[in-house]
């Protein structure tokens, strides 16, 4: 089961249901479409059992209506979670396989937690964190994010509270 390509597709197709109101909106009130975003991946989503959140770094991002949804992603699985349920050397020899202009190191790793920090070396210094209860993209999601974020959902957080 490839759930993220469907979390994914489910926000798409809930944001390009509400273009008109993007388009309309972004000119006079910015933050009004910020809400309404997140309130449309709150909703999609709650119906994967977990929490979609959709950021904007750099607030001048909030323009580029053709990117809502395909960049700077959380997902949040469970915060308390500190360990990850499998080695974490396999997700980083995953991550490596999948990314070859991209650096794989641990990250996050105090108070008893682990997590891993990838790296992609281009202009805008994309990441993905990948913690033990969420996967945050700072990077636009391609075949190999959406494969990764795929493999991510199945053998590292399909046990959800």
């Not at 490839?2 to 994914?8: A, D, K, Q, T």
């Not at 020899?93 to 990250?107: I, M, Q, R, W």
């Not at 992609?120 to 700072?138: A, Q, T």
Request: proline share 4%; glycine share 4%.
């Amino acid at each position: 089961m490839n759930e993220f390509s469907l979390l994914i597709k489910d926000l798409s197709n809930n944001i390009n249901s509400n273009m008109d109101f993007f388009k309309i909106t972004l000119k006079k009130n910015p933050t009004l479409v910020y809400y309404k975003l997140n309130e449309l991946s709150n909703f999609v989503g709650s119906r994967y059992n977990l929490k979609l959140e959709i950021h904007f770094p750099d607030s001048s991002k909030i323009h580029n209506i053709n990117d809502y949804g395909r960049e700077n992603i959380s997902i949040i699985i469970d915060k308390f979670r500190k360990v990850f349920p499998i080695p974490r050397e396999q997700i980083k020899l995953e991550a490596s396989n999948l990314f070859k202009n991209a650096t794989v190191v641990d990250g996050y790793m105090y108070e008893g937690k682990e997590g891993i920090k990838i790296s992609f070396n281009d202009k805008i210094k994309s990441r993905i964190e990948v913690l033990p209860g969420s996967l945050h993209l700072w990077i636009k999601i391609d075949e190999n994010v959406e494969k990764f974020c795929n493999w991510l959902l199945l053998n590292v957080y399909s046990e959800r509270p």
